[in-house]
DNA sequence: GTGAAAGCGCTAACAC
DNA sequence: GTGTTAGCGCTTTCAC
């Protein structure tokens, strides 16, 4: 209601004023520290409903040296192309977007602006997909502007989580990184992942199970692929034909085809994500293979993607949301210690079953 | 490389010293005010390398009462469930991460991040889907912790663009605001994709058309089917048989089952959205329509789903990052000269042929 | 062309 | 329990 283009809004000291107290009660009873009397605490709230106060951040901030605020970095290596984050927007065009408009991205920005907003905070949202991009990261944090940054690494090879743990800022990251740094991170356990997706097909009764991959260079893919394999060798397959993909629909296609025409018989399906399951879902129906009757598939990460397919995906569910609201209580927590060591918190997945399998 | 965790990290004052000149004139180095002589220049410079000065942007904040930073605000109206923003999670499952999980949201984002970037700027990501985070939002705003705000309003009665404009915030929003309110937008000319699915079916020689709609309380849902009913009048078809979705998967199957109930014949068909055309594609593929040989459809926004769909859906192409572009270059111009009369600027699609129609 | 000095609005010791 | 006071780090007149 109150003119904020006017010539200045009001400050404490209007409020103080108004109130006929100093400045420091005033600043007290808004930051809710008790040794005020409650009859003051009340004339000074109303001064400050009155005067229409709305204390200043950047004041704010200069004492208290911090910004309330956290940066929410998406986070590739030089180039672009995602991988997690491969929602192609069209074959062969590297669009800047890609990784924004992924929304197994905006599953993590629901996550974290969720819990944020609890705390009167809101994250800033920032891409570093290219060296100059990177720096402009770390010289953002180091401005002071963000307390830390939750880092969402789309790359194995994303230089990113050891630059700000060496400049000292705060961070925690979406996954394990490859290479070891001394940082918190939230994770799924994608072995067990990939074992209630093996459960799952020989419990349909498969015989001929596949899999087609994530790419072989990401932790996940990896781990997803041994924990199928592994509990497949358990139920007595101790041989399971793969195809690797890149986490995209087209990768999706190529892949089923080329399991198609090495492994006809295939009649069970692992994928490592939905996205490539809905790919390989358009090759099947294609060949005439019926599923999830001549082919039961699985997918991963009960993404938008999965309810939109038909028939709709069974796959394995990421909590993502959750996994990034821990992420941020994580940061928030180091934030205030910065001297505790980091630590992981590792999410367990769910299989949801739907018709696919 | 500088440790920021150490005691306290370098000042202006440190660079004067190390320099041997006084703040003020670091201070004119750092925002490139010329009269300053060269040679001192780059003393200043090689002492702000040597200290590892990075300015601070609350100090900085404080006296020039600016954030540069601005707010992306997705906006709702009281409860949840996303109208264009329909990417559910489920059916039913009125999740909260919906609006941000939407590619749509994602694309506006990638244009927004995009363009604030080259000015070494950063959106601060809002979500006012409630009365409590609307309120939130303003407060923020207030606080001087952003300039102003982009608004994307998910909803017909959204009260946040008068809100912000009462309240003297500067901000743009992503579509015209459904009551009039002096502020500055981008657009569509949604009429104009309209007439281009009709254009493109009478082309191909439809002679039953038909559409599935958005919901008809949203501007762009009401202007692209009147668009697409003038051209379609003017080919010499009087009457457009009509389903009304609300922007959903579910919603575009529902109506495809309905219209095929009630128009067997149609042949050529519009879908206000990528989403719900993907919809009655299914539909359409169960009922044994081929597509496009038995029915031509055409989607609209050229979304990821228009790529994943088999056939590939011919869609109307909205330039949405473009439009996030031009949005956020209208606000920033706002926030320098706060007096200037509100603005639009309308975009034009454009059809992008693949094998639906 | 450069320096000195006055704040921006707030918090946090420290006195009382 | 409340007021006084000293800055936080920066920009920006205003002298020189």
Redo the contacts with the bound molecule.
């Keep these: 209601m109150s003119d904020r283009a006017a010539k200045?809004?009001?400050?404490?000291?209007?409020?103080?004023r108004e109130a006929?107290?100093?400045?420091?009660?005033?600043?007290?009873v808004?930051?809710g520290?008790?040794?005020?009397?409650p009859?003051?605490?009340d004339v000074v709230r109303r001064a400050i409903a009155t005067t229409g106060?709305?204390?200043?951040r950047?004041?704010?901030s200069?004492?208290?040296?911090r910004a309330d605020t956290v940066a929410l970095v998406v986070s590739g290596a030089g180039a672009d192309e995602g991988g997690e984050a491969g929602d192609e927007d069209g074959p062969g065009t590297p669009f800047r977007g890609q990784l924004l408009a992924d929304p197994f991205f905006g599953r993590i920005s629901a996550g974290v602006v969720d819990f944020l907003r609890r705390r009167a905070m809101h994250p800033v949202l920032m891409l570093a997909d290219s060296t100059d991009a990177r720096k402009q990261v770390v010289s953002y944090l180091r401005q002071g502007h963000a307390d830390g940054a939750l880092l969402v690494s789309i790359h194995a090879d994303d230089p990113l989580p050891e630059t700000l743990v060496a400049a000292g800022v705060p961070c925690v990251l979406f996954a394990r990184p490859p290479r070891p740094v001394p940082v918190s991170y939230v994770d799924l356990a994608h072995r067990d992942g990939g074992r209630l997706a093996a459960d799952h097909l020989v419990a349909r009764g498969r015989q001929h199970i596949a899999s087609i991959t994530g790419p072989l260079d990401v932790l996940a893919s990896q781990d997803r692929l041994a924990g199928f394999r592994d509990a497949l060798a358990r139920h007595g397959h101790p041989y399971v034909p793969c195809e690797e993909g890149n986490f995209t629909l087209e990768s999706g296609e190529r892949a089923m085809s080329a399991l198609l025409e090495r492994h006809p018989e295939v009649d069970g399906l692992f994928v490592a994500n939905d996205l490539m399951a809905q790919g390989a879902l358009h090759v099947l129906r294609e060949r005439g293979r019926a599923v999830p009757d001549d082919v039961a598939v699985v997918g991963f990460d009960d993404s938008s993607a999965a309810l939109s397919c038909r028939p709709a995906l069974t796959t394995v569910r990421q909590p993502v949301e959750e996994m990034a609201a821990e992420m941020t209580r994580l940061l928030l927590e180091r934030v205030d210690q910065p001297g505790a060591r980091p630590t992981s918190v590792i999410f367990e997945p769910a299989l949801v079953a739907r018709q696919s399998a």
Tied chains: 1, 2.
């Design positions: 200045g809004s009001p400050t404490l000291e209007d409020v103080a006929g107290v100093s400045r420091a009660t005033v600043s007290r808004i930051n520290i008790r040794n005020v009397d009859s003051i605490q106060y709305v204390p200043n950047a004041a704010r200069l004492v208290t040296r």
